[in-house]
């Protein structure tokens, strides 16, 4: 949902227009508070997915039941309490078996996830799965296309 400002158009539209009138220090704080959490927030999924991955190459076995396990982006909330896990999974002949281990073992996943990032973190967010399909979508696309 956009803010709306008087003239009923939305907040970042209204500042596109009218950033000259605007306080300089109130356009400062506006466009630093904005930018620094995002980049924050990027560099700490990055961190997650980057961790996730070796945590899926290195417990294959154990976790991914022999499949390999990619993960594709990472999600986090805001408040970094909740990140959501967007995974492929290949060379499996069940996936949705190698899903269920993986949604079944998040906590151990967390706790693993925990132990590495323990000293950059002061949080381990709570970690949801999806089975990430973009891969299927696009090959879906180009047989119709083709």
């Known amino acids: 949902m956009a803010i709306m400002n008087k003239s009923s158009q939305p907040l970042s539209l209204w500042l596109k227009d009218n950033w000259l009138r605007l306080p300089l220090k109130a356009l400062f704080l506006h466009l630093t508070s904005e930018c620094m959490s995002n980049i924050r927030q990027k560099k700490i999924e990055a961190l997650i997915k980057k961790e996730l991955g070796q945590i899926f190459q290195l417990e294959a ?39 269920t281990g993986i949604v079944k073992q998040a906590g151990e996943i967390r706790f693993k996830l925990g132990k590495q990032l323990g000293k950059s973190l002061r949080r381990i967010p709570e970690m949801d799965f999806k089975i990430d399909d973009s891969l299927d979508y696009a090959e879906e696309i180009d047989r119709l296309l083709k």
């Not at 805001?78 to 949705?96: C, E, M, Q, V």
Request: net charge positive.
């Open 61 to 99: 076995r154990s976790i991914c039941q022999g499949a390999m396990v990619t993960v594709t982006s990472v999600r986090i909330a805001p408040d970094l309490s909740f990140g959501r896990a967007f995974i492929s999974i290949f060379g499996h002949p069940d996936a949705k078996a190698v899903f």
